[in-house]
């Protein structure tokens, strides 16, 4: 370094290599933000027309899968509802005969309960005519 300050030439030489060495580095920066700044090249709208397709058919296999699960879940709802239905119609109608059963029951014990209290009835009745 001494010897830089007592030759200007080699000063210069040196500053001028460093100058230099740093524009070399700072240069892919600098054109990379040139690029940023520039409308997309046919290689970037090609690239990025791969990219949205690629996206798109990811999507479309996503949806398709997704409606293929929605129908296997409908498919497998109807198939546990149908003996469901079966079942709860079935459970329904021997309700139903229980209760008709029962309601027959009941009639012939208040049948029969009316025809003792008639014929008790007619029998004091007939005590008392008799007793006159």
Same mark, same amino acid.
């Given at each position: 370094?001494?010897?830089?300050?007592?030759?200007?030439?080699?000063?210069?030489?040196?500053?001028?290599?460093?100058?230099?060495?740093?524009?070399?580095?700072?240069?892919?920066?600098?054109?990379?933000?040139?690029?940023?700044?520039?409308?997309?090249?046919?290689?970037?709208?090609?690239?990025?027309?791969?990219?949205?397709?690629?996206?798109?058919?990811?999507?479309? #296999?996503?949806?398709?899968?997704?409606?293929?699960? $929605?129908? *296997? +879940? =409908? &498919?497998?709802?109807?198939?546990?509802?149908?003996?469901?239905?079966?079942?709860?119609?079935?459970?329904?109608?021997?309700?139903?005969?229980?209760?008709?059963?029962?309601?027959?029951?009941? #009639?012939?014990?208040?049948?029969?309960?009316?025809? $003792?209290? *008639? +014929? =008790? &009835?007619?029998?004091?009745?007939?005590?008392?005519?008799?007793?006159?």
């Amino acid at each position: 370094m001494s010897r830089l300050k007592g030759n200007p030439t080699l000063a210069t030489a040196h500053r001028l290599l460093f100058w230099f060495m740093t524009a070399i580095e700072c240069l892919p920066i600098l054109f990379k933000t040139m690029l940023a700044l520039a409308p997309p090249s046919l290689y970037e709208r090609l690239l990025a027309l791969g990219d949205e397709k690629v996206e798109e058919r990811v999507r479309l #296999r996503m949806q398709t899968e997704y409606e293929e699960a $929605e129908v *296997l +879940a =409908r &498919s497998a709802l109807a198939s546990a509802e149908a003996p469901a239905a079966r079942t709860l119609e079935a459970e329904s109608r021997a309700t139903g005969m229980v209760f008709e059963a029962q309601l027959d029951v009941t #009639r012939d014990g208040v049948d029969r309960w009316r025809d $003792e209290q *008639l +014929a =008790r &009835s007619r029998h004091m009745n007939g005590t008392v005519l008799t007793k006159r």
